[in-house]
């Protein structure tokens, strides 16, 4: 499976930007990815990678880590979106979306077996 992130970009402190990750490629034992829970994490300079939401093949999500964004999936499209708004500086990092192995909401990277190759999102003051 290969993901392919979109979308980061320069902007200023209070404004938004969607970002989008299009899923592609052999699909893991042969099932879509459709089932499987996806995220966004995000990592800044000299920091660990930490979940923002996450988001299951039906729709259920969980984007309590960052209230101020909302994630969200076309699987027809085989599309994961984030949707940030009132962006602060300390937003800027990294952001991979990731495929889990599970059908479950879950946090722990190591649950994701695929990662996109990050788009960049830096929000100035």
């Known amino acids: 499976v290969q993901l392919v992130e979109s979308g980061g970009g320069l902007v200023q402190a209070g404004g938004s930007l969607r970002l989008s990750c299009v899923a592609s490629?052999?699909?893991?034992?042969?099932?879509?990815?459709?089932?499987?829970?996806m995220a966004w994490f995000r990592q800044a300079p000299g920091k660990e990678r930490e979940i923002v939401a996450t988001?299951?093949?039906?729709?259920n999500y969980d984007q309590s880590f960052e209230s101020r964004f909302t994630i969200s999936r076309d699987n027809a499209k085989n599309t994961l979106y984030l949707q940030m708004n009132n962006l602060k500086p300390e937003d800027t990092a990294v952001y991979y979306c990731?495929?889990?192995?599970?059908?479950?909401?879950?946090?722990?990277?190591?649950?994701?077996?695929?990662w996109g190759q990050g788009t960049q999102v830096t929000v100035s003051s």
């Open positions: 988001i299951t093949g039906i729709g």
């Open positions: 990731a495929l889990s192995t599970h059908m479950a909401l879950t946090s722990d990277p190591s649950d994701y077996d695929d």
């Open positions: 490629g052999d699909i893991l034992s042969g099932d879509t990815t459709s089932g499987h829970a």
